[in-house]
């Protein structure tokens, strides 16, 4: 099971910190990803972090402005947006899975609840 937390309403240019905590089960074969919807539109890929290694990759869009990151102790999946826009106001959702395409919804077995991001101008 994943909870998803951190979102709110905050100014364009400021920072948010949103995690994704596990409970039940270990991330040991899972890559655990970001997705986001916002109004109107559909749900897409943000970023993704395989648990094993560390290895993260990112959408175009947030490239250079969000990272994702794990605790090891803390089972938890961080991403970090700087430089908030508010084109990134959405609900965020996180997702874990063993994928084979990590920007493809179908194969990932837990999602998270959501967590709204509001980003004014």
Known sequence: QLQACGGGLVQAGDSL???CAA?????????ISWFRQAPGKERTFVA?????????????SIKGR????????????????NSLKPEDTAVYYCAGGPVSDVTKERDYRSWGQGTLVTVSS
């Open 48 to 60: 993704s972090i395989r648990w094993a290694t560390g290895t993260a990759y990112y959408a175009d």
């Open 66 to 81: 969000f990272t994702i990151s794990r605790d090891l102790a803390k089972t938890t999946v961080h991403l970090q947006m």
């Open 17 to 19: 910190r949103l995690s």
């Open 23 to 31: 409970s039940g089960r270990t991330f040991s074969s899972y890559d």
